[in-house]
């Protein structure tokens, strides 16, 4: 065969398919989790659209609750990837950065005048630079092993809900619990610079229970559940307001880990 002939086969040989490997359904439930948690936060935004303020809280803690698991079931499954991870990021940033925000906009935030829209940028901006710096953090790996068990500021899941908790407030207490709208709206510029500061708070990931400690934690957990369905702004106040009470602790828990290992 002539060299001619040999580039003539060889323009008109179809061309060779690239062979993909089908697939297992595990490895699509952490990320089909993380688009039902932005679905959720979404959802928040639509019935704060239309003042149905009960459905929108516990749309964002909903989402907050996907969050969780699909990060949990990315690890047990051993199928963690650089795509979840971004995804898991966009997500974080749309339903616990923007839709807290445009809730709070919608309930009270309106009212305040330029300050309440400025209050909700700079809220929905913190959460964008803290996972940000989040996903760089996760490449650095000069970090001891023990740091692992701290965020570095409130993680994005949590900071969306302090966000809402004034609103908490309100549902359970009623209209007289309510404050002038700057209140809610320096409420929110201070909880987003928690999310984008450099506290140091407890991560769940890191921790290591001893065996005595798991049945009362699991009652503590059954104890909560109830709380939840039988009176859920109250269990929900109660929640939030502790975790801000215990912001201080996971400094101090820092400090001393970091004095112990230096």
Known sequence: ??????????????????????????????????????????????????????????????????????????????????????????????????????????????????IGWIAVLVFAVCGALRLARFNTMLEDCNLPAWTKSYFTG????????????????????????????VFYAIWMIAVGGLMVSRLPTFALKGWRIAPVWVAPIMVVAVAVLAGLVTDTWLTLSALGSLYVVGLPLGWLSYRARAKKEA
């Not at 003539?8 to 948690?37: E, F, G, W």
């Not at 907050?64 to 079931?73: S, W």
């Not at 949590?158 to 207490?173: D, K, R």
Request: with cysteine; net charge negative.
């Open 154 to 181: 409130v993680p994005a899941p949590a900071g969306g809900a302090l966000g809402l908790l004034p609103l908490a407030f309100v549902l359970e207490c009623g209209d007289a619990a309510q404050l002038p709208p």
């Open 1 to 114: 065969m002539t060299e001619m002939q040999t580039q003539n086969t060889a323009q008109h040989a179809p061309p060779r398919r690239r062979i993909v490997k089908d697939l297992p359904v595990t490895r699509l439930l952490p990320n089909m989790l993380t688009l039902m948690s932005l679905c959720s936060g979404l959802t928040g935004v639509r019935y704060a659209m239309n003042e149905q303020w009960e459905h929108a809280v516990l749309a964002i803690i909903i989402a907050a609750v996907f969050d969780v698991l699909d990060g949990r079931v990315a690890r047990m499954l051993n199928i963690a990837s650089k795509f979840g991870a971004e995804l898991d990021s966009l997500s974080d940033a749309i339903s616990f950065g923007v839709a807290p925000g445009f809730i709070m906009y919608e309930w009270a935030l309106k009212d305040a005048g330029g």
